[in-house]
């Protein structure tokens, strides 16, 4: 069973140019920078400051507890000391539909947006935040679903709310459109404006923030909050920050046409099978359950993620098997990253650099660790950190090419410190925040040392995810706030947000802060 399908890279790339008018007459006229922004809010240029980190968040309907909507409690609670909020993807499960923007995202956080005391009444491609909230899509933003189970979900959805269906998975009629409703909740949808004058009314009312690249859109709390592309930068208290769409440079190497290939085409063919063998038992044991059992449904919970489990996993088996020359990698977004780091260490007022997005490189979660999408973005960060450190000379001394690198996807919370790599991603700290409201996965059983060839690359240092078995089962979920001191290179305290349910009761997380390194 298919749960779900994605678009070639080309494609994504293709349609979200599309959706901000790229370059167009208008905004080359203006000398206008599409991958950047100003945060308006009066406090830009204070070196010490305080942000959140968030996700792999957006879970809805749920039969029993909703962890999405406790840790947005402790967000809100943080959310007078700091100054904005990084989302690391996956905005709106199952598909990124904007049929579950809703309850999925806006209901949890309308603390966070204008209006939100009535939640009912903002349209999610009308959304203004009162409080920063910077995103990066996750691949659940970009994926769709497959026409013939978005007809049967619908047609059975009577009787699945009758009968509180084992396999409810927030799906609807369709998935995102290719991406289409996370540009839409998010980005300046540019493409709207097709009216004589309407297009350079909006920019020259909302790209006003004078940069050495040119023109740049002016984030304003409160006001106008959308973010100019899938990818872009902006600074704050001495810090550059980028945001990232890996989904455009995770794809796998094709696999080579040598008897090696061939038998890790057959490996990878068995396995799939497997996987489908296990989905559809899956599926059998949870027709079993009874959702109006409070013992059991925490096993249709488990249930649940068990199935969007190994279809990921099946996903990275067949964009492996189907991966050839013609898979194209998003080498502009990569060649923009490069240029703009190299700009970062020759910019005398920049004291830091953070990157943001979705797929993690390093992670020691038992299913992405080895993945061939997480491979594959290590091998394309890493090439991108190698030219910037050739270009950059010894103007980085000690220090990391990069303070902090913060990722999604796995869901958990963990800091990972990298070795001596013998690449630009050498001793660099890396944090991957997932854990923020979908079902948690453990860490490996191999341990908390990741190595390549017997050489040790990254080492974890801390793991927040599930753990335990039966009555000893946890399920800690997790965000974080990071106090950002002043000087150079910065200093970086990142203090762990987590509560779990334990006995039917919602317990906060105990946990101390730590201090990430910067040499």
């Known amino acids: 069973m298919k749960f779900v399908s994605e678009a070639p890279i080309a494609t994504k790339i293709s349609v979200m140019k599309q959706r901000v008018r790229w370059l167009c007459e208008a905004i080359a006229q203006r000398h206008i920078d599409q991958t950047r922004l100003a945060i308006s809010d009066g406090g830009d240029r204070d070196p010490e400051f305080s942000f959140l980190v968030m996700g792999d968040s957006g879970t809805g309907s749920r039969y029993g507890p909703s962890p999405q909507k406790q840790v947005a409690r402790l967000l809100e609670e943080q959310s007078d000391r700091c100054r904005f909020l990084l989302h690391t993807g996956d905005v709106v499960y199952l598909v990124g539909s904007s049929e579950y923007y809703g309850q999925n995202f806006i209901k949890p956080y309308r603390h966070f947006l204008v209006g939100g005391d009535r939640p009912s009444q903002i349209a999610y491609e009308r959304m203004v935040f009162n409080f920063p909230f910077l995103p990066v899509p996750g691949n659940h933003d970009y994926y769709d679903l497959p026409l013939v189970y978005g007809w049967l979900a619908q047609m059975t959805w009577p009787l699945r709310r009758l009968l509180r269906a084992q396999i409810d998975l927030d799906v609807g009629w369709h998935g995102s459109w290719q991406g289409d409703a996370y540009a839409r909740a998010f980005l300046d949808y540019l493409q709207n404006y097709n009216l004589p004058g309407q297009l350079e009314r909006h920019l020259d009312l909302h790209y006003t923030v004078e940069t050495s690249t040119g023109k740049c859109l002016r984030y304003q709390p409160g006001t106008f909050t959308r973010v100019p592309n899938r990818y872009y930068t902006f600074c704050y208290g001495g810090i550059d920050f980028f945001a990232l769409d890996s989904n455009t440079f995770n794809a796998p190497t094709p696999i080579p046409d040598t008897q090696e290939g061939a038998a890790r085409r057959a490996f990878l063919e068995i396995s799939w099978q497997e996987l489908e063998k296990q989905q559809q038992q899956t599926l059998e044991e949870m027709a079993k359950l009874n959702a109006n059992d409070v013992e059991q449904l925490d096993e249709l919970e488990d249930g649940r993620a068990k199935l969007q489990q190994i279809e990921e996993m099946k996903l990275d088996i067949e964009k492996q098997l189907n991966a050839d020359e ?41 299913t992405k660790w080895n993945q061939a999408q997480t491979l594959e973005v290590r091998d394309r960060l890493r090439q991108v ?135």
């Open 326 to 366: 013609t898979t194209r990698v998003d080498v502009e977004q990569l060649k923009w990253l490069e240029e703009r780091l190299i700009e970062s260490w020759f910019t005398k007022n920049v004291r830091g650099r953070v990157i943001f997005f979705h797929h993690p490189p390093y992670v020691t979660e038992a």
């Open 385 to 519: 950190l190698d030219r910037v450190t050739r270009n950059i000379g010894e103007v980085a001394g000690k220090r990391p090419l990069v303070d902090l690198v913060l990722n999604g996807h796995a869901h958990c919370l963990e800091y990972l410190r990298t070795a001596q790599t013998g690449h630009g991603d050498a001793r660099t700290n890396w944090i991957v925040c997932g854990g923020s409201g979908y079902s948690l996965r453990r860490q490996r059983a191999e341990g908390a040392d990741l190595r390549e060839d017997g050489k040790l690359m990254a080492r974890s240092e801390f793991f927040l995810g599930r753990s335990g078995r039966g009555n000893n089962k946890r399920r800690p979920y997790s965000a974080i706030r990071i106090d950002v001191g002043a000087g150079t290179p910065p200093q970086m305290t990142v203090q762990p947000l987590a509560i779990e349910r334990t006995r039917n009761q919602w317990q906060r997380c105990a946990l101390n802060p730590f201090s990430l390194q910067n040499s």
